[in-house]
């Protein structure tokens, strides 16, 4: 399977403690994303990371990238109240027929950040 | 502030009537995909656009859905007729297509309770 699989499944922490989410993922990608997803609305783009970087911030987010071990972890430090949701990573992939791409989104993982 | 939109945003339909779901990708991007989300399933790929033609749909039941984009800012999503596992929330989203997979943008969803 193409599908990412986020871990764990949920998590509940305070505000202001740093959340760690984790994907990992089984053949190789282009490209790996996360989304954020709050209840009852469309997905949200946080961050990417290409196949050839190995970490990336933005803002609270940081994200790594371990090709070799086929994992990749999202962190957000400093979480707010706010930061509550589901995040998603999805593997990006390019397929060999005119050139188009595909995402390929995990299951997701419910964060709950308590005030 | 450009966004996907998507009508309607609820819809009941009873077994066996059609419902056609609506998609405004953001002005400029030439990529359209349509997702379905359920709570067992997850967000599932059901088919994309690159440029108004369809590139995969494989992910679409043949049989009862179609997908089409009449026009460059109007993307349709056909179910007919209907059945009660079709009850879900259905996403579409839009991406400047390239060489490698991009960041999507989602619209707010069309939630579909078919009775």
């Known amino acids: 399977s193409q599908q990412g699989e986020e871990d764990p499944q949920a998590l509940s922490i305070q505000e202001g403690e740093n959340a760690t989410m984790n994907c990992s993922y089984k053949?190789?990608?282009?490209?790996l994303q996360w989304y954020r997803q709050n209840s009852g609305r469309g997905l949200v783009h946080l961050i990417l990371?290409?196949?050839?970087?190995r970490e990336k911030h933005s803002g609270r987010l940081r994200v790594t990238l371990d090709t070799s071990k086929k994992s990749s972890s999202l962190l957000i430090t400093a979480s707010r109240a706010a930061d509550t949701a589901s995040y998603f990573c999805?593997?990006?992939?390019?397929?060999?027929?005119?050139?188009?791409?595909?995402?390929?989104f995990g299951k997701g993982m419910k964060l709950t950040v308590n005030p | 502030d450009a966004r996907v939109t998507q009508t309607p945003r609820h819809k009941v339909t009873e077994m066996g009537q059609e419902v056609t779901m609506r998609c405004q990708p953001i002005?400029?991007?030439?990529?359209v995909f349509w997702y379905r989300q359920t709570m067992m399933q997850g967000l599932e790929l059901l088919a994309y656009?690159?440029?108004?033609?369809?590139?995969?749909d494989s992910g679409m039941p043949k049989d009862r859905f179609s997908a089409e984009m009449p026009d460059a800012t109007l993307a349709t999503l056909k179910i007919q007729p209907s059945e009660p596992r079709d009850s879900a929330v259905y996403f579409c989203?839009?991406?400047?297509?390239?060489?490698?997979?991009?960041?999507?943008?989602f619209g707010p969803g069309t939630r579909l309770t078919v009775t």
């Open positions: 990371i290409r196949s050839n970087e």
């Open positions: 989203a839009s991406a400047l297509g390239g060489l490698a997979p991009r960041e999507q943008y």
């Open positions: 053949t190789s990608i282009n490209n």
């Open positions: 002005l400029g991007h030439n990529t």
């Open positions: 656009f690159r440029n108004r033609a369809p590139l995969d």
């Open positions: 999805a593997t990006g992939y390019l397929l060999t027929q005119g050139g188009s791409e595909k995402l390929v």
